[in-house]
């Protein structure tokens, strides 16, 4: 069993917060186990509790399609949220339930080592991003930690204000690049680290 099936089961069997009474299925995440991009969305709705995935109502089409925009596929990147469990009737998480299901999500941050952590909405953004407003951060980024962070509505929004969807899909647009500027900030990292290659042996000048 992987690390990351043994944290899933952790994460069905935690009754640390009440709604775990409320909620069908625990919704852990899913995706690539070494994914480089991460997608972090804040709660599970009405569909991803019965089917125990993330994102897969009208929000979650609408990833599929910015995901498709840039070449990609659920399969290959991890969608996770801040929690874990539905709050009745999609209200917002609490402040104790995010610090509860702070453990899970470090965890699957430490397991999936990605390159490039999407935020999607607020609660998602306040996390790696605290006392910023979206308005101002949607599209921009922060290393930390050798981690890139972006910033991004979600999608769920972009239901609501029809605005916001051309917005998302210039967003989305932004991750290639940040990816490949990723892959070179690991690599340097990884050349930084390594032991210094040893000098080759001088050459003695022969007389003959
Ligand atoms: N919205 C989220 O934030 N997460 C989901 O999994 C679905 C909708």
């Given at each position: 069993m992987s690390a990351l099936t043994d944290l899933n089961t952790g994460i069905a069997l935690c009754?640390?917060?009440?709604?775990v009474n409320t909620r069908t299925k625990s919704v852990p995440g899913e995706g690539a186990e070494n994914a480089e991009i991460m997608f972090i969305g804040e709660a599970p709705g009405w569909n991803e509790d019965q089917?125990?995935?993330?994102?897969?109502g009208a929000a979650g089409q609408f990833l599929d399609e910015l995901l498709a925009s840039i070449n990609l596929k659920r399969a290959g990147v991890y969608i996770a949220n801040v929690i874990k469990c539905r709050p009745p009737e999609n209200r917002d998480p609490l402040p104790t339930e995010i610090a509860n299901c702070q453990k899970w999500l470090d965890r699957q941050i430490e397991l999936i080592s990605p390159k490039i952590i999407v935020t999607l909405g607020r609660y998602s953004m306040a996390k790696f991003f605290?006392?910023?407003?979206i308005s101002k951060i949607h599209g921009t980024s922060q290393t930390q930690n050798g981690i890139i962070y972006f910033a991004m509505y979600h999608p769920a929004a972009a239901l609501h204000q029809g605005n916001l969807r051309q917005t998302l899909k210039e967003d989305m647009m932004k991750l290639p690049p940040l990816l490949a500027q990723a892959k070179a900030l690991k690599q340097k990292a990884a050349e930084a680290e390594a032991p210094p290659k040893p000098e080759p042996p001088v050459q003695q000048l022969s007389m003959f």
């Open positions: 009754r640390q917060c009440e709604i089917q125990g995935r993330p994102f897969i605290p006392g910023k407003t």
